[in-house]
């Protein structure tokens, strides 16, 4: 299992929203910008997480995108799984309702544990670490990387 470009702008563009949105939101041409990610591209991540209910879009001239939520309530796993979709190292840990193609041996099958454990681990891992969580790491790497000078 990889993740894609698409989960990874999806989670640095949500920390670029939160960190400099102005008068309540902010535009995805000044995301894109910043991020060095298309515009285009940008649109179609926040469509994702329009329809997942993490962020909202504010119509007009001066529009743009805000969260939904307060920060502390959205996971790193709930926005990259929005761009993504679930998170399986193999297709057979998914579960019947979502994927009726599934290996005929999945009953039998004796590495499916060990898949199904890495799937939890994962999960664990990323719905383990909050918007609020990743923010606060960035204001912790930007204050231990800035230069002081004595003159």
Not at 49 to 69: C, M, N, T, W
Not at 92 to 100: F, H, I, L, N, Q
Request: with cysteine; net charge negative; charged share 25%.
């Amino acid at each position: 299992m990889k993740i894609s470009t698409k989960g990874q702008y999806a989670l640095e563009a949500m920390i670029d929203l939160q960190a400099h949105v102005v008068d309540g939101q902010e535009s995805l041409r000044n995301i894109a910008t910043r991020r060095g990610i298309s515009e285009h591209y940008l649109e179609q991540i926040f469509a994702l997480l329009r329809k997942a209910g993490i962020v909202e879009s504010i119509r007009g001239a001066q529009g743009g995108y805000r969260l939904a939520r307060e920060p502390r309530s959205i996971t790193a796993g709930e926005i990259i799984r929005s761009a993504e979709g679930p998170l399986y190292p193999v297709k057979c840990v998914g579960s019947k309702t979502e994927d009726e193609n599934l290996c005929p041996m999945i009953d039998r099958c004796v590495t499916r544990p060990l898949w199904a454990r890495i799937t939890a681990e994962i999960d664990s891992v990323i719905d383990g670490v909050t918007l609020l969580d990743l923010m606060d790491s960035c204001a912790s790497f930007a204050k231990a990387n800035t230069q002081e000078y004595d003159i």
